[in-house]
């Protein structure tokens, strides 16, 4: 997401934020809000804050009834102005952190605001569902939930890894991706709470909080409070299951790992770009003792990222104070059961990797050093970061592994990023599967494929196909993992599908790719009645018939540019050139230290482009006006997303056949976990 298209996010969201309030019958005070708002839905006891807020004139005070009950809020003095001290200014706020309730139904949350000119009242229904009831068979609980989260991955990009990877003969594919071998299929509508379209917190946080949130947030509701670390949370899967159940958490991605996906697994923020905090929090909430009283068991971390755990006097680091949090209010670690906040939580110059390794975690940099640790003894708590931000992608780590450059590159772009020695992420998902192998009740594992959905934004159509190939072989790692293990749930999907992804027909050019490559730059032309070059060689119907990859030993085609090689549209697209062939480069990822970045950063010297629309290379080709104003990139899409389920155990995997909302995998997941086996004929019929 570029800057501008991130502030124009944060002005609609604050300007949304009056679709949660109250009409009060006086003047003020106005935007009452109360959360969890209206519909929202629950497991029995698990844990959420609630809160009401609106802005006013001060002295303010508050009552809050559940059901009818009057209850005690434990946060906000009454008749102040500066109530709990943490809402914005201007605005009144109280707070019951830690709430939870027993029973199953329907129940109505009522509270008053009152500021010096009124009185407002807000109502939300909310409702709770017991995962311990139903199930039938022999009622198998599933013990390890192992969710593989292709960020962006749409039905396209799964078609395209297909025909790439296998081929089709007359009409058959000559493979199935691993993906597509689980039994159970069904598709998923992706919205968040405020907009048909999400973004990647609330596209993860609803599998693992059952609850929707707003876009960038993750974990928390809607709040107007002083740190986004302070907004009211809702408890995750992990810290569910960790606390019922004693269960271990994974993390395994290829982007930064402060990247909203892992993070909406474990973190509560407000704001998915404080980096500073989401990292600490993956420590200071994960558990180190076993105590089981609180945190998510956090014991396997792997992805890039390392410019977060080094202290900001470290070259690359991105650690600042502002992205953090000093401290947390009181009533929320009394009621979450949190330890005191330790000395160094949020501050610039914590050593956040000698603090994970005096928690137990063995520590590996690059792959050699992570087969070496695998090698020896399993540890007990894994910590790899194999980058400073954002890790590379596949087809750039294989053409390092290969000893051979893209064409038209004149270096490899894993050395420019500075970490020349990568794994893959089957290297990561399997030595996960190894270090939570070993936890006696169970683990939640959650792998991702970061850059299916980076390369769309980045419209590389290629670099997309080359990494939900390497996400592929991570899902076939895991399905191995579940037969070896047993009373393991697999699920396959996306956040949200990325940037309109479509197969629209392959090359098709006398001369194949030296013909395309010998074509006149068609950038000047920009008179729609002349039709560029490169606009003739896409075969459409007929004329793209079965293109055929020659793929090599380690899984990847020899090369991308074949004679007759697929080519891909983009449907929510931005400005940019389209040659039709492999760019040598990447684009520059957003998440990376700021040297990295921009025109005269280390990468930008070396001739990588910012945006798409400025990679040199590409301004041979033709000119696409984007539909979008002012986005250097494509955007996300409402498209509903493939999901593809498999268990071994119990038939867990019949629960996600057919359509379903995304807060719905929450609370099959947890009938899985918690009841166990497939859902009564009632459990089918009840349904929504
Ligand atoms: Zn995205």
């Not at 102040?80 to 706020?93: N, R, V």
């Not at 940099?365 to 399993?378: A, K, Q």
């Not at 018939?545 to 931005?574: E, R, W």
Request: proline share 5%; aromatic share 8%.
């Amino acid at each position: 997401m570029t800057l501008k298209a991130l502030s124009r996010r944060i002005v609609t969201l604050l300007s949304l934020g009056a679709a949660f309030a109250a009409t009060p019958a006086s003047a003020a005070p106005t935007n009452v809000a109360l959360v969890p708002s209206d519909g929202a839905k629950f497991i029995v006891h698990q844990r959420f804050d609630i809160r009401v807020e609106g802005q006013g004139t001060g002295p303010y005070s508050a009552k809050l009834w559940i059901d009818g009950h009057p209850a005690r809020f434990t946060s906000g003095t009454q008749g102040t102005s500066t109530t709990d001290g943490i809402s914005a200014a201007g605005w009144g706020g109280f707070n019951l952190r830690g709430s939870s309730l027993a029973n199953k139904g329907w129940h109505t949350l009522t509270a008053e605001l009152t500021d010096a000119t009124g009185t407002a009242t807000v109502t939300s229904r909310i409702q709770v569902v017991d995962p311990f009831e139903g199930g039938k068979g022999e009622r198998r609980l599933t013990k390890n939930i192992v969710i593989l989260l292709g960020d962006g991955m749409g039905i396209a990009h799964r078609t395209a890894a297909r025909i790439v990877r296998y081929g089709v003969t007359a009409g058959n594919p000559n493979g199935r991706l691993e993906m597509e071998q689980f039994p159970g299929t069904g598709l998923v509508s992706t919205h968040s709470l405020n907009s048909i379209i999400t973004d990647s917190s609330p596209g993860m946080a609803c599998y693992t909080t059952g609850n929707h949130a707003f876009n960038s947030q993750e974990g928390v509701y809607p709040a107007n409070v002083t740190n986004p670390f302070f907004a009211p949370r809702v408890e995750y899967m992990a810290e569910y299951l960790h606390r019922v159940k004693g269960t271990s958490l994974g993390l395994v991605t290829t982007a930064d790992i402060e990247d909203a996906t892992p993070a909406a697994n474990a973190v509560h923020t407000a704001n998915r770009n404080n980096g500073t905090g989401v990292v600490d929090q993956y420590l200071d909430e994960s558990d180190p003792s076993g105590s089981k009283a609180y945190g998510t068991g956090l014991r396997v971390l792997l992805g890039g990222g390392r410019r977060w755990f080094m202290p900001s006097t470290a070259l690359y680091s991105s650690r600042t104070a502002g992205t953090g949090y000093a401290g947390l209010p009181a009533d929320l670690i009394a009621a979450w059961g949190l330890p005191a906040t330790p000395s160094g939580q949020g501050s610039a110059t914590r050593d956040l990797i000698a603090d994970f390794k005096n928690a137990g975690f063995a520590y590996a940099t690059n792959n050699t050093e992570l087969n070496s640790l695998m090698g020896g003894r399993t540890p007990d708590k894994l910590l790899g970061l194999f980058g400073y931000g954002n890790m590379n992608v596949a087809l750039d780590k294989i053409a390092k592994r290969r000893g051979m450059l893209p064409p038209g590159a004149t270096s490899f772009a894993v050395d420019d990023y500075m970490a020349p020695d990568q794994p893959m992420l089957d290297d990561m998902a399997e030595a996960a599967f190894e270090v939570l192998s070993r936890s006696h009740h169970g683990f939640l594992l959650m792998i991702e494929g970061a850059h299916i959905d980076k390369q769309s934004h980045l419209m590389d159509a290629d670099r997309a196909i080359g990494e939900t190939l390497e996400f592929d072989r991570a899902v076939g790692v895991a399905r191995k993992w579940a037969d070896k293990l047993g009373d393991t749930t697999v699920l396959v999907l996306a956040d949200h599908e990325c940037s309109g992804f479509s197969l629209i027909g392959a090359l098709s050019l006398s001369g194949g790719i030296s013909g395309l490559k010998n074509l006149p730059p068609d950038n000047a032309s920009l008179d729609p009645s002349v039709i560029p070059a490169r606009q003739n060689a896409v075969g459409t119907y007929d004329l793209a018939g079965f293109p055929s990859y020659q793929i090599l030993a380690d899984g990847y085609p020899a090369t991308m540019d074949i004679d007759h090689k697929v080519l891909v549209g983009f449907g929510a697209n931005s400005d940019r050139y389209e040659t039709w062939l492999s760019k040598p480069t990447p684009v520059i990822d957003s998440l990376l230290p700021s040297q990295f970045k921009g025109t005269t950063g280390i990468l930008g010297l070396k001739g990588y482009a910012t945006i798409p629309e400025l990679r040199t290379i590409d301004q041979h080709g033709f000119f696409i006006r984007g539909q979008l104003n002012g986005e250097g990139q494509a955007v996300h899409t409402a498209t509903d997303i493939p999901v593809s389920a498999y268990s071994t155990g119990n038939k867990a995997w019949i629960r996600f056949v057919g359509s379903q909302k995304n807060i719905d995998v929450f609370f099959k997941l947890m009938k899985a976990s918690l009841s166990g086996d497939e859902p009564t004929e009632q459990e089918w019929e009840e349904r929504d």
